[in-house]
């Protein structure tokens, strides 16, 4: 979360923040879908650029676990987190 | 402008149709004269079926005057977050992509409950596209036209704030009801992982994803949660477990409660003002009798990489049928998060999921010496339209990881967490409250925030665009 790559990954994840001035494009509708597509700012850097911030965090997730103590994930794990021994 | 009945809260208005002084025409009247005057600035509604609401309230006056009522939803305006299906209208979520949609065919399992319940749909909230984000464009927060409502359910928040809706249905999959909902200044509930049926919801991430409500009060959102959860036999993720009354725990008291407080996480990066709000609740809660201590859970420092890596691989798959075959017709920020799922590696997400076990058991171990966590719901105010950043006494970052950085924990774990709103920051802009709880333990967090309501519940809650003639 420290990382400077992590942060550009959010700051290219958050350009849409910055779109104003909405199309209203749904009949009907106040909002409507149009409005995602009318940015002032130009798209996103490089696709390339935030990669590496991936890399990065995938990296310290491998640093973050021991794999001898933390059992690889399952389907279950996926599906439900609320687990027997969990639940009350 | 003196309060209508479009302020009013769901229970409130509920026991006034319960009583026949009020009829469920009037209430969608109101919430249609609250539309007509303010959406046009909110932008908070992509599809407003008025024809439809005003048929279906007049239903429900018939059969509570026929003396078939069927509980607190009988006959109450709310709002469904556009990425939900509502038979007979298209599900856009926000996206060019789904432009040409056709009608859903059929209401999703938690609309239907809705349904079955009495309760009448105004309208489809707008959502950020695909809810991929906290922002939602074009939306805008009714506290201040300038900022952001939050998202990705952000129409649900503006719609419940500006009354507009008496509740709404929003999705979670980082933060997306808790955020709108402090952003906007109401109430949030993010159910357990599997409380909530998800089919005929369009999926984020399906392992992060959740239902449900954002309302004006604490015992709003209980009522809404009571009508929605429970096992679906259709759909995998839902438990099999019971469903209590979500009030039941209601007027309980606070003494002996164990409250904690998780260090380190919650405290970098943190506006003052929210600090000082989130302090000054949870003396509030040892005022009442709570036990307060300071728990530790260091995995947090985590769950930005496990949130992007996990989010950005489920999404790509998603979406795999359409990316990057249309890549021209998702929005730039989507399509960039698209383009980078594309680029995770099996391995990485696989680390990802351990170590979200590994927060997951550090979780179970903290709520073996707590009852429930009390945090910030996010460190700041509502940003401005167009902020990417945000500067805290103790660094900068994008908007985007503020926002979430609270909330997307309790998605990688299903824990239950509600926000509830506690007062207003140093920008004037509403700031909100979390609590969390053990798997299923919604009637608790229902009966802490109600606490907390109670403490923050002094002034007009209401935002200054309806209390504006």
Known sequence: MESSSLDELGQILATKTSRRGAMKAVAGGAGGIGSSFSPDRPVPPSVGMAADAVRDAERRLTAAVDPHQVPLPTVRLSVGVVEPGVAP | MTATLADLGLVEAAALVAERSVSPVELVEACLERIARLDGQLLAFVEVLADQALAAAATAEREIGEGSYRGPLHGIPIAVKDLVDLAGVPTRAGSRILADAGPAPADAPVVARLKEAGAVVLGKTTTHEFAFSVFTPPTRNPWNLDRVPGGSSGGSGAAVAAGMAFAAIGTDTGGSIRI???????????????????????????????????????????????????????????????????????????????????????????????????????????????????????????????????????????????????????????????????????????????????????AVGVFATVDVLITPTLPTEAPAIGQDRISYPDGEEDALTSLIRFTCPFNQTGLPAITVPAGTGHDGLPVGIQLVAPPLQEARLVRVAAELEAFAGTGDPRPPIIRTP
């Open chain 2, 180 to 362: 709108p909902a402090a952003c906007c200044g109401v109430v949030g509930l993010k159910p357990t992982y599997g409380r909530v049926p998800k089919a005929g919801v369009i999926p984020l991430s399906w392992s992060l994803d959740h239902v449900g409500p954002l309302a004006r009060r604490v015992e709003d959102v209980a009522v809404f949660l009571q009508a929605i959860a429970g096992l679906d036999v259709a759909d995998s993720t839902t438990l099999d477990a019971p469903v209590p009354n979500f009030r039941g725990e209601a007027g309980r008291g606070l003494t002996g409660l164990r409250i904690g407080v998780p260090d380190r996480h919650f405290d970098r990066r943190l506006q003052p003002s929210v600090a000082a709000a989130v302090e000054a609740a949870t003396e509030h809660l040892r005022g009442a009798g709570a036990i307060v201590e300071r728990v530790a859970m260091p995995t947090l420092d985590h769950v930005m990489d496990v949130h992007f890596v996990t989010i950005l691989a489920e999404a790509a798959a998603y979406h795999r049928a359409r990316f990057p075959d249309r890549d021209a017709d998702y929005g730039p920020d989507v399509r960039a998060a698209l383009a980078l799922g594309d680029r995770m590696s099996a391995a990485g997400f696989l680390q990802a999921q351990r170590v979200r076990r590994t927060l997951l058991d550090e």
